[in-house]
């Protein structure tokens, strides 16, 4: 295992995968979430139904984030607008104030009241409190993934997208490629600051390495993020830009997870839903099943 090279600021860029070429692609035009690649719960292992459950809604566009208005429908793809909604409640009770609405493509959950289980994130100690079926829709051992999104400007509110260790193998199979973390009030009128690159979490063989980068994408505006792991190491990209890369090697299956969080307590002036889209996903074919 190297050390990580950390961010980038130049370099090939990371093309779009093409799906012609076999890429798995949803644009969520379609009426309803396909189930057979989307898990609509945040981690539901570690919480009940209620609680992980995400809040959502197909086939909006850009303006999805402002007033409906009388632009052409050419100029605003389609896409899911993920919501966090007044009466949504905390993900635990213990992480309080913390709600989120997620996708991601796999599950796994050890028995009730254990401890195994995909994304141990949290310092104190997750423990099962709902069974999961082990599932992987999509959980490869190496890949690419591209996300095209338009960033919550709603106070208090996060983006993300990460690829992560699914664990069903083995418990250090655990890290983290972050592709993007946006904090709304990072997004500016032209530019918009972000979080990306690796966390280790319980994998011994790799190093937490985090940075952030800017990119020329303004409030409003829809954008890439990709990410590529495979025997070379971790590119992460911004509309094919790269801007962080990485010689640590992961190579275990990794389930994709696109986040809209609200962290901290509610503000009697917010209004809600407070909102984020994802306007489509890319993803490469698992080679051989893995």
């Known amino acids: 295992m190297t050390a990580p090279d950390g961010a980038a600021t130049s370099g090939a860029r990371l093309e779009p995968l093409d799906p012609a070429a076999g890429a798995l692609t949803d644009d969520f035009s379609a009426p309803e979430l396909d189930p057979t690649l989307w898990v609509d719960h945040y981690l539901p292992q ?9 809040r959502y809604d197909v086939g909006h566009g850009r303006d999805a984030l402002r007033p409906a208005d009388d632009t052409d429908d050419a100029a605003h793809p389609t896409g899911l607008r ?11 009770p213990e992480d309080a104030p913390l709600r989120v609405s997620n996708l991601q493509t796999a599950t796994f959950g050890g028995p009730v009241g254990s401890a195994r289980g995909t994304h141990r994130h949290r310092p104190d100690g997750l423990v099962v409190r709902t069974a999961v079926p082990q599932r992987l829709l999509w959980a ?26 699914t664990e069903h ?19 500016g009128p032209t530019t918009t600051r972000a979080r990306v690159g690796i966390k280790a979490h319980h994998d011994p063989r790799l190093t937490t390495d985090m940075t952030e980068v ?25 509309d094919g830009a790269p801007v962080y890369t990485s010689a640590q090697v992961i190579d275990y299956p990794m389930q ?3 986040d809209l969080f609200e962290i901290g307590p509610r503000d009697p002036a917010d209004v809600y839903p407070k909102t984020a889209v994802v306007h489509s996903v890319a993803l490469s074919r ?5």
């Open 46 to 54: 570690w919480t009940t139904p209620e609680r992980s459950r995400a």
């Open 82 to 92: 993920l919501r966090i909604d007044a009466d949504q409640p905390d993900w635990r």
């Open 140 to 165: 490869p051992t190496s890949g690419q993934a591209d996300v095209t999104v338009t960033a919550s400007l709603d106070r208090a509110c996060m983006l993300a997208v990460w690829l992560v260790g």
């Open 169 to 187: 193998l083995d418990e250090q199979d655990s890290g983290e490629v972050c592709v993007v973390e946006m904090d709304a009030d990072a997004v």
């Open 214 to 238: 800017t990119v020329p994408v303004g409030a409003g505006q829809a954008h890439t993020w990709s990410a590529r792991w495979d025997a070379e190491g971790v590119v992460v990209a911004c």
């Open 256 to 258: 994709l997870m696109v």
């Open 286 to 290: 698992p080679v051989d099943g893995t």
